[in-house]
């Protein structure tokens, strides 16, 4: 059995649930632990007792530790790419790939440690200096999802501790494999005890525990809408209340337009909607097509995808892997049943799919004459199903574009300067994407949305320091100039 870490140790409980691998249901990866309230309870007090040090540790201590972090993680990649595809189910090179990615996070956020930077300033009154500066925020909660199992984690993980935080990670109960093998480096590389600990387990524990602890100033999540809805609710509820980061889902439009280049358009549309199995927040489900283009794009769409190669994750040549588990298939199946049933055409895929070994295998699945009213074309399926809806023209799509409770990333394939501009500038999201996949960002800039797919300060980049950590504004009179300025009543 794996263990958690806990103040320092790795620490066995007398719970465990085995890691099966999507691909083949028959291959269990390991046993991992699963914590009690206790367990949770022991974590959140050793990093409240570490954190007084932590925070006023040496920076280049800490971008040491971030550093090794990063470069162990990248020398690593294809061993902990192989463990993220077999746990989670995407491609092996999807995989790899986000490896690398989580590996660069680290690196990036060693180096913040020693960009950090404050404002020293004049102050309108005579003799007085002002200093404004970030101080970490406390012990921090992170909650994180199972389709990213080590970029999402390694996104929260690094900020927290480059600003000076103390951690206490809960991954999802899907994919502990990779949160292990993360937490395992970050302990090589010589994190004090207490700063940095794993707790794996259910969220109705685990988390539960995260969120009532007064010990915990923060929590950042990433998950549901319903779940982050109850979070948002119990950290404002809260004595005192916790600061408050939450990541939500989308339900991410890809406009192309008649002057497109149908390539790149068909490209994105099916990148974004259907690699990594549609399992991503930023994927492109809606298609908002207008009428002069739209059935030349549905039938080079239809083509490419009857081409894609869905299997084992690990496989030589797979382009689609399975779905993640039972629950999520039987979700993306309901949705199909659902789409159908709303009087949408399914026009590909959709089918269940065997393979050499038993697994979650589902053909990705197009759905034609959708309107934007459909539930289909308004709740996050989060799998491999995707729809089209026609519209006359860019205005009209705009407007469909728009017209969703969820803000997270918008995209628009276009050869039209005039268009693409209006479109960055007038799409309701938080991440907007010119002939790109809606799917697909880069690790030094800020990620996340606006409406319901998002709340609180964006996530990565230098922008992460908006959540990890708090100002303070400091005034100095010198003594030496004189009498102290007087202070205004109204002040």
């Given at each position: 059995m794996k263990p958690n870490y806990i103040a320092g140790e790795w620490a066995d409980t007398t719970h465990a649930a085995p890691n099966v691998n999507p691909s083949n249901t028959n291959d269990v990866i390991d046993e991992f632990a699963r914590a009690e309230a206790a367990d949770a309870e022991r974590a959140i007090a050793a990093a409240y007792g570490a954190f007084p040090a932590w925070s006023r540790s040496?920076?280049?201590?800490?971008?040491?530790?971030?550093?090794?972090?990063?470069?162990?993680?990248?020398?690593r990649k294809d061993e902990l790419g192989r463990l993220l595809s077999r746990e989670?189910?995407?491609?092996?090179?999807?995989?790899?790939?986000?490896?690398?990615?989580?590996g660069q996070i680290f690196q990036f956020f060693a180096g913040e440690c020693l960009r950090m930077?404050?404002?020293?300033?004049?102050?309108?009154?005579?003799?007085?200096?002002?200093?404004?500066?970030?101080?970490?925020?406390?012990?921090?909660?992170?909650?994180?999802?199972?389709?990213?199992?080590?970029?999402?984690?390694?996104?929260?993980?690094?900020?927290?501790?480059?600003?000076?935080?103390?951690?206490?990670?809960?991954?999802?109960?899907?994919v502990p494999g990779s949160a292990h093998a993360l937490s395992e480096i970050i302990v090589r590389a010589g994190v004090p005890a207490g700063v940095f600990n794993l707790v794996m387990g259910r969220g109705s524990i685990v988390g539960e525990?995260?969120?009532?602890?007064?010990?915990?100033s923060a929590i950042s999540f990433t998950g549901s809408v319903p779940t982050g809805r109850r979070v948002a609710a119990t950290c404002i509820a809260a004595d005192p209340m916790k600061k408050l980061q939450l990541e939500m889902g989308g339900k991410n439009p890809m406009v192309v337009l008649d002057d497109a280049d149908l390539n790149v358009a068909v490209d994105c549309a099916v990148n974004g909607a259907f690699f990594s199995t549609g399992q991503r927040c930023t994927a492109s489900s809606r298609l908002i097509v207008t009428e002069g283009v739209h059935d030349r794009f549905v039938d080079a769409l239809t083509e490419k995808m009857r081409g894609l190669v869905i299997d084992d994750a690990l496989k030589a040549g797979t382009q689609i892997g399975p779905v993640v588990d039972q629950n999520q298939l039987d979700q993306d199946l309901s949705y199909i049943r659902i789409g159908q049933d709303e009087?949408?055409?399914?026009?590909?895929?959709g089918e269940l799919l065997n393979r050499d070994n038993p697994g979650f295998y589902l053909a990705p699945a197009l759905f034609t004459d959708v309107d934007n009213a459909m539930r289909i074309a308004r709740e996050e399926i989060?799998?491999?199903?995707?729809?089209?809806?026609?519209?006359?023209?860019?205005?009209?799509?705009?407007?469909?574009?728009?017209d969703t409770p969820f803000g997270l990333s918008s995209g628009i394939c276009t050869t039209s300067l005039k268009h693409a501009s209006h479109f960055k500038r007038n799409a309701e999201a938080g991440m907007v994407m010119v002939n790109l996949p809606t799917a697909g960002v880069d690790y030094h800039v800020p990620f996340g949305g606006r409406k319901g797919s998002s709340y609180g300060p964006r996530e990565?980049?230098?922008?992460?320091?908006?959540?990890?950590?708090?100002?303070?504004?400091?005034?100095?009179?010198?003594?030496?100039?004189?009498?102290?300025?007087?202070?205004r009543s109204s002040e």
């Amino acid at each position: 059995m794996k263990p958690n870490y806990i103040a320092g140790e790795w620490a066995d409980t007398t719970h465990a649930a085995p890691n099966v691998n999507p691909s083949n249901t028959n291959d269990v990866i390991d046993e991992f632990a699963r914590a009690e309230a206790a367990d949770a309870e022991r974590a959140i007090a050793a990093a409240y007792g570490a954190f007084p040090a932590w925070s006023r540790s040496s920076i280049q201590k800490r971008h040491d530790i971030l550093k090794a972090v990063g470069d162990e993680i990248i020398a690593r990649k294809d061993e902990l790419g192989r463990l993220l595809s077999r746990e989670e189910g995407k491609t092996l090179p999807e995989g790899v790939g986000e490896v690398v990615r989580a590996g660069q996070i680290f690196q990036f956020f060693a180096g913040e440690c020693l960009r950090m930077a404050g404002d020293k300033v004049p102050s309108v009154r005579p003799n007085v200096d002002v200093e404004i500066t970030r101080e970490p925020v406390g012990v921090v909660g992170l909650i994180t999802p199972w389709n990213f199992p080590i970029a999402i984690p390694a996104w929260k993980i690094a900020p927290a501790l480059a600003y000076g935080n103390t951690v206490v990670f809960k991954p999802a109960e899907l994919v502990p494999g990779s949160a292990h093998a993360l937490s395992e480096i970050i302990v090589r590389a010589g994190v004090p005890a207490g700063v940095f600990n794993l707790v794996m387990g259910r969220g109705s524990i685990v988390g539960e525990a995260l969120l009532n602890s007064p010990k915990v100033s923060a929590i950042s999540f990433t998950g549901s809408v319903p779940t982050g809805r109850r979070v948002a609710a119990t950290c404002i509820a809260a004595d005192p209340m916790k600061k408050l980061q939450l990541e939500m889902g989308g339900k991410n439009p890809m406009v192309v337009l008649d002057d497109a280049d149908l390539n790149v358009a068909v490209d994105c549309a099916v990148n974004g909607a259907f690699f990594s199995t549609g399992q991503r927040c930023t994927a492109s489900s809606r298609l908002i097509v207008t009428e002069g283009v739209h059935d030349r794009f549905v039938d080079a769409l239809t083509e490419k995808m009857r081409g894609l190669v869905i299997d084992d994750a690990l496989k030589a040549g797979t382009q689609i892997g399975p779905v993640v588990d039972q629950n999520q298939l039987d979700q993306d199946l309901s949705y199909i049943r659902i789409g159908q049933d709303e009087g949408a055409k399914l026009v590909c895929g959709g089918e269940l799919l065997n393979r050499d070994n038993p697994g979650f295998y589902l053909a990705p699945a197009l759905f034609t004459d959708v309107d934007n009213a459909m539930r289909i074309a308004r709740e996050e399926i989060f799998g491999p199903v995707a729809t089209v809806t026609r519209v006359r023209d860019y205005d009209e799509a705009l407007m469909v574009a728009n017209d969703t409770p969820f803000g997270l990333s918008s995209g628009i394939c276009t050869t039209s300067l005039k268009h693409a501009s209006h479109f960055k500038r007038n799409a309701e999201a938080g991440m907007v994407m010119v002939n790109l996949p809606t799917a697909g960002v880069d690790y030094h800039v800020p990620f996340g949305g606006r409406k319901g797919s998002s709340y609180g300060p964006r996530e990565q980049g230098r922008y992460a320091a908006e959540f990890y950590t708090t100002v303070k504004t400091a005034y100095t009179f010198d003594g030496n100039t004189g009498e102290p300025p007087k202070t205004r009543s109204s002040e």
